[in-house]
């Protein structure tokens, strides 16, 4: 009986051009879901959404993401760039072109293509993000994490950037999107650069359900308290973020009267400064350790997202908007950790480690945003549900303490 490889014979080293080929499709994938947070406003308000039905929208983007970890087994072991190549595709016809279009029909009709449209986005998100991290994991750097920082580093950049996008153009202006669809197939002509996976004359095998879900567990049963723990804070922390993505333009419109680009901007200022927080992490945790940098990142970024929600009731909206910035810097700063907390925890097939904590994690964390919009919708307030994600910045900082001391260090699993 012919079996799957169980790990990679030879790690595929990655050189500078080919770094570069994947961070810019992890940029122009990000950059399209970065389309997300404002047309939900534009569907919040065209649609006449309740705040628990405009969470909704994203669910099925959360349900396939949650997938991911057993898409980074299966890219392992069928060593090739499919993933990368077909999630860049999917991501750019599901957000970078249906998901826009679908703000410009009509009530009915625009609500299930924007369904369609993220579903067909996410399962490219799931199908990208494990291997791409997987492979940024495998080039040179002098730190733990230090290229993965760089690559969490540019999706961050573009969904920055991808936020600001729908402002721009919608709804009168959609030659934009025609525009940026091109960036996808420039990033998806760059892949040519990366590597071969499968060593010459190894042939395509697709793997069996059963044989991935045996290895599955085969490779986490011996490092699962560590993953667990790891996790749940990836969990915590995507549930606050993700919150203020979808909320925090709905939030300032509805009370402070700030225009649909003003949000944007917002938002995405919120997620720019978490990637470039995110890039002092590997240095941060070598002086201070795992644990400490990611105790003050949750409990820096809670309470300072809670002061923004203060400020902003009390009329100080300046004051707001600093303090929800730096806490998206304080809650960003140890994204990378957990990243490469999985690539450390399960070193014989990294895809699966990286879509653990970017995919399970996330995507689960995703699946509880609709909680927010619905302590939102029952106290008929916008500012209770995203206090509410602030405060789940208090049980992930309880868990961290249960990192060790000093991190991974240069331990395996077992």
């Known amino acids: 009986m012919t079996t799957l490889p169980t790990e990679l014979p030879t790690p595929v080293k990655l050189g500078a051009r080919a770094l570069a080929a994947v961070v810019a499709a992890h940029f122009v994938v990000d950059l399209y879901a970065g389309y997300t947070a404002p047309l939900l406003r534009h569907f919040h308000e065209a649609f006449n959404l309740s705040r628990a039905q405009t969470a909704a929208l994203t669910l099925p983007s959360s349900l396939v993401i949650v997938f991911q970890p057993l898409l980074g087994l299966v890219s392992d072991r069928m060593r090739t760039r499919t993933f990368v190549v077909g999630g860049l595709v999917l991501g750019t016809v599901g957000y970078g072109l249906a998901l826009p279009l679908a703000g410009l029909a009509g009530v009915a009709s625009g609500y299930a293509i924007a369904l369609l449209a993220i579903w067909v986005g996410a399962v490219g998100l799931a199908a990208y993000h494990p291997q791409g991290a997987a492979l940024s994991g495998r080039a040179p750097s002098r730190r733990w994490g230090g290229a993965v920082a760089v690559f969490t580093f540019t999706g961050s950049l573009g969904y920055g950037l991808g936020i600001l996008v729908p402002p ?247």
């Open 168 to 414: 721009l153009f919608f709804p009168g202006h959609i030659p934009w999107i025609t525009a940026l669809t091109a960036l996808g197939l420039a990033a998806l002509f760059a892949q040519r650069a990366v590597p071969r996976l499968r060593p010459e004359g190894e042939t395509l095998r697709l793997p069996r359900p059963g044989q991935i879900l045996g290895q599955l567990f085969d490779q986490v049963r011996p490092c699962f308290g560590a993953l667990l723990v790891f996790w749940l804070l990836v969990v915590l922390r995507a549930a606050t973020l993700m919150s203020f993505q979808q909320f925090t333009s709905i939030y300032y419109g509805e009370v402070h009267k700030v225009t649909p680009l003003g949000g944007a901007a917002l938002v995405s200022g919120f997620f720019l400064v978490q990637a470039l927080a995110g890039l002092a992490s590997p240095r941060a945790a070598a002086r201070m350790g795992s644990r400490a940098v990611l105790v003050l990142s949750f409990l820096g970024g809670g309470a300072t997202l809670a002061a923004a929600l203060g400020a902003a009731h009390g009329g100080y909206l300046a004051v707001s908007y600093i303090l929800l910035i730096l806490g998206g810097a304080a809650m960003g700063w140890s994204i990378p950790l957990n990243i490469a907390a999985g690539q450390k925890l399960l070193p014989g097939s990294a895809a699966l480690g990286s879509g653990i904590m970017i995919g399970f994690g996330w995507g689960t964390g995703g699946l509880l945003t609709p909680l927010a919009g619905k302590v939102a919708d029952s106290f008929g307030s916008t500012e209770a549900g995203l206090l509410f994600a602030a405060l789940l910045a208090i049980p992930a900082a309880l868990l961290a303490l249960l990192v060790p001391r000093g991190g991974l260090g240069n331990a395996r699993p077992a």
